[in-house]
């Protein structure tokens, strides 16, 4: 595994500005003090994320203080220009009432992208997806203002997604049950908009047990299945990194039925998992144990455990940043501290 105290990225963005670390002969700005404006319509548009488009550009998506607080997302092609049929200022993916957060992307198998996110619009926190075609249109049967995958009354919250593998997407969620019972649900949506055989609204159960199993990640394992870790919570109020793997018919394969396998070995605190694909069917988690320790394992195909890494730094909190796979069976990984450097 790889790590690093910053991450390198191909395309970057803030706000509504982005830049690109430019190949050769494309018409970016080289200057940190002019980027390429995306959006400048009135009011706030932040959080944004990226996703390939699978043509050397990217899609892009964010939340939008226009209106009723929306979901806006755009095309921008590889020479940094706004792509054919998208409107200036982003395509108003969900423009009904109500707070919207954790938007995600992830891209399609034909050039299309996936919008998700968490959405208040009925009086509690939902899950909420749409596909979006690259000429900028919502594509065919698929409902405005995206497709609930939950609508129980209760909370659902921290939405994370990736792709099937077939044209479709994988989401997971954490349900609140109470302050002191959360667990984590999944469903699998075709390129049609409906639901894959053996899922359905409001998903299945990845783990119910008692007390807290909260803050999913999610990766493909490359064979059609999904990765799944989490934070689980024991009767002493410390958690754990569990995980699963999940089928494209929604079967649990790890461990017990609904309840998955362990994958940190250590007893300390760890809350906020992330997981990426190893290539070669199983997967590379970290996570911050303790506030002030990196970790990592590596995980095979079968949930069983094969390497780990820890890094140690003191002098501050240490929280997790971002890890993505580095296309060779390892990953790289960035974290924040606060800390003072000579």
């Known amino acids: 595994m790889r790590r690093s105290s910053a991450l390198a990225a191909a395309l970057l963005a803030t706000g509504s500005w982005i830049t690109l670390a430019s190949p050769a002969g494309a018409t970016w700005s080289t200057s940190p003090y002019s980027w390429t404006p995306i959006c400048t319509a009135a009011g706030d548009q932040a959080q944004p994320v990226l996703a390939t488009d699978g043509a050397g550009g990217a899609y892009l998506a964010w939340y939008d203080a226009r209106g009723n607080y929306g979901v806006y997302a755009t095309r921008v092609t590889h020479d940094g220009l706004i792509a054919p049929g998208w409107p200036l200022n982003g395509l108003a993916v969900c423009s009904v009432s109500g707070f919207k957060y954790d938007v995600q992307l992830v891209p399609g198998a034909s050039g299309d992208v996936y919008v ?10 939902d899950v ?8 900028g249109t919502v594509a065919p049967g698929w409902p405005a203002n995206g497709l ?14 990736a792709s099937d593998g077939a044209g479709g997407v994988y989401l997971v969620w954490t349900l609140e049950y109470s302050q002191t019972d959360e667990d984590v649900y999944a469903a699998r949506v075709l390129p049609s908009s409906a639901f894959a055989g053996g899922f359905a609204i409001n998903g299945i159960a990845i783990n119910a047990a008692v007390y807290r199993q909260n803050q999913p990640a999610i990766t493909a394992d490359g064979a059609g299945n999904a990765i799944i870790v989490y934070a689980n919570e024991d009767v002493n109020a410390v958690s754990s990194t569990w995980g699963q793997k999940l089928t494209p018919s929604g079967a649990c ?90």
């Open 116 to 125: 998700v996110w968490g959405d208040s619009r009925a009086g509690n926190e």
């Open 128 to 135: 909420y997806v749409q596909r979006l075609l690259g000429n």
């Open 148 to 161: 609930a995958i939950t609508n129980d009354v209760r909370d659902q919250i921290l939405p994370r997604a």
């Open 253 to 342: 394969v790890w461990g017990s039925p609904y309840s998955g396998v362990r994958i940190s070995v250590i007893g300390n605190d760890q809350r906020s998992p992330l997981v990426v694909s190893d290539g070669a069917g199983g997967a590379i988690m970290v996570d911050v144990f303790a506030m002030s320790q990196e970790y990592a394992v590596s995980f095979d195909g079968s949930g069983l455990f094969r390497d780990q890494w820890e890094e140690s730094l003191t002098g501050g909190p240490l929280y997790t940043g971002s890890l993505i796979a580095d296309g060779a069976g390892g990953a790289w990984v960035s974290w924040k501290a606060n800390q003072s450097f000579p």
